[in-house]
């Protein structure tokens, strides 16, 4: 890994926020296996606090897209330079990943929870298309926690889409186009699986997190003070907006993207953020917290499967205790490994590929930044 630096773009406390996101999505999935709470939707139901995971990736998506590609609006070759950098990271090792839990339902679908074997299902779910599943388990993907990468290859889309413009009517325009897909969603509330599901307010966490980066390449700074300041505060209204849906009904982007929006304000528009040193675990987590979300399903999983041999585990807090502690550290180290020794290796192979069958020389542009520019991520 890459010694930090002080860069004005780089930012060792949004690398640590991204460890610190994909931590909450595994131990929240480690208490649902262990059953210390109860099971429900990514979507709908009754929340669990861990799940702001997702909404601070949401939200630092929509950030460090603004900033790497700063430079990059309304200039030729920007639209294709930027998908080729976003498909050959997001893809490869969700396709990975996606195959080898097919390979699971073909080969012993007896570990699985729902083997339903649905070729067109499997082949919407590696492209990214929002679709049923035929099990009746909701709009889900084979790799089930895939769903946010679709609301992801969604937003890079648009994105990619607004680069062909000037950044001074891009971004704007994004931000209608976000808001605009949302309430016009609520509004004549779509029967189409597509449709309803990318037009879910989620998407404010997206337009959210442009903002912030619109600000900070617009040269936004609050007081250094703000870091600390948002943390306490976003922490504070995650406790709160999480009691308070279990009464009331609103949105998660209300009780989750708000508080996700503050806190990557405060580490990012704060004066000195970047120059901050943080703890190498952090650091560390935060480079392979892809693989670290994509890949614990699987540990979970297992683990479970395997402790399947004495039923009554889930009764002992004891045992369910250690289960979540030994699950979570499996899962972190699984990570790790699948980041420097696959997701690394095959996420070249891919950009090699994709250059190789659409070469910059057909369209030239200017560099458009890559995430570990920004992240420190190799």
Not at 289 to 307: C, D
């Amino acid at each position: 890994m890459k010694t930090p630096g002080n860069s004005q773009d780089y930012f060792p406390l949004v690398q640590a926020l991204r460890g610190f996101a994909a931590l909450c999505v595994v131990v929240t999935h480690a208490l649902l296996e262990a059953g210390v709470t109860g099971s429900r939707s990514a979507l709908s139901g009754s929340p669990t606090m861990g799940e702001v995971g997702v909404d601070i990736f949401f939200v630092i998506s929509g950030f460090i897209m603004v900033v790497v590609s700063k430079d990059a609006f309304g200039q030729k070759g920007a639209f294709w330079s930027f998908l080729k950098k976003r498909i050959a990271r997001v893809v490869p090792l969700y396709w990975l990943l996606s195959l080898l839990l097919i390979a699971i339902i073909l080969l012993a679908p007896a570990l699985v929870e729902n083997p339903d074997v649905d070729f067109v299902y499997w082949l919407k779910s590696l492209l990214f298309v929002p679709v049923e599943h035929p099990g009746g388990d909701g709009i889900r993907p084979v790799l089930v926690v895939g769903w946010t990468l679709q609301f992801e290859m969604f937003f890079y889309g648009l994105f990619a889409i607004m680069l062909l413009l000037p950044r001074r009517r891009a971004l704007p325009l994004l931000l209608i186009l976000l808001v605009g897909i949302m309430v016009l969603g609520m509004i004549f509330e779509p029967e189409s699986n597509v449709l309803r599901f990318f037009s879910n307010p989620l998407l404010l966490e997206f337009a959210a997190g442009v903002v912030i980066g619109w600000m900070f390449v617009s040269g936004v700074r609050l007081p250094a003070s703000m870091t600390l300041i948002s943390i306490v505060l976003s922490l504070g209204l995650i406790v709160a907006g999480w009691q308070a849906s279990h009464f009331v009904d609103m949105s998660r982007v209300v009780y989750f993207g708000i508080p996700a929006a503050i806190l990557v304000a405060g580490l990012t528009l704060a004066d000195g953020v970047q120059t901050r040193n943080i703890s190498l675990y952090w650091m560390k987590l935060g480079s392979s917290s892809y693989a670290l979300y994509l890949s614990h399903v699987f540990v979970i999983a297992a683990l479970g499967t395997m402790m399947g041999w004495y039923p009554l585990w889930r009764d002992l807090w004891y045992i369910a205790g250690m289960f979540i502690v030994i699950s979570v550290a499996i899962s972190c180290f699984t990570g790790w490994w699948l980041h420097d020794l696959v997701e690394r290796r095959i996420n070249k192979g891919a950009a090699k590929l994709l250059e190789k069958a659409f070469p910059t020389s057909h369209h030239p542009a200017p560099k458009v930044g890559a995430v570990s520019s920004v992240l420190k991520m190799n």
